[in-house]
């Protein structure tokens, strides 16, 4: 990972003095995902950044936690399909295709979740996502109301705003860096 280019930014990335932590974690990725993905080599430039990055990620999306790993995926991809990121579309629409077993229906989903083949519950959550993707200033009761019409908990609710809410995030430092996404996504 020397002096890698992951952006279009002029900054070097090199990771911290040999951080037994970090090495440890990145031949974790390598194990499990067959990479390290360039999100996580873009916050490994600095020590705090990394730990804060991955606590948060691995809480929200690695964690068993009230939503399953496909739906927070779905929110993921979603959330990225709507402001066009294209590092996160292509890595979460990899990860979402691997767990749902299918390609295509991930690639529906990316693509327009609305006419994918997809349950009345994923696609109302999907909706709340993008409107608080797009507006977030407009969620109101009501929009809270129909997700526990259709048995979504509190708990849940509150999931789905946090997983969207980091992938805002990610897909602003995805996108303000012209992140590129790892080859092996295309595979």
């Known amino acids: 990972m020397k002096n890698e ?3 279009s930014l002029k900054i070097p990335i ?16 390598k194990k499990k995902l067959g990479l390290i993905p360039n999100i996580i080599k873009t916050n490994s430039i600095d020590k705090k950044k990394f730990d804060a990055f991955n606590i948060f990620y691995n ?3 690695q964690d068993d936690n ?5 739906e927070k995926e779905m929110i993921a991809v979603v959330v990225s399909s709507t402001n066009r990121c294209l590092y996160c579309c292509v890595s979460h629409g990899y990860t979402l295709g691997k767990l749902m077993n299918s390609i295509a229906k991930a690639k529906n989903i990316l693509i327009n979740y609305e006419v994918a083949q997809i349950s009345r519950k994923h696609k109302l959550m999907l909706d709340f996502a993008v409107k608080l993707t797009q507006a977030s200033h407009k969620i109101n009761e009501d ?3 129909k ?7 509190e708990l849940q609710i509150l999931e789905i705003i946090e997983v969207t809410a980091f992938f805002n995030m990610t ?11 790892n080859k092996e996504y295309y595979n």
């Open 171 to 181: 897909n602003r430092i995805a996108s303000g860096t012209n992140m590129i996404p």
């Open 147 to 153: 997700l526990r019409k259709i048995k979504f908990s």
């Open 66 to 70: 009230y939503l399953t790993k496909t």
């Open 59 to 61: 809480r929200l999306m």
């Open 14 to 29: 090199k990771k911290s003095p040999k951080d037994k932590e970090m090495e440890k974690f990145f031949e974790i990725c």
């Open 143 to 145: 929009d809270r109301s």
């Open 5 to 7: 280019k992951l952006w």
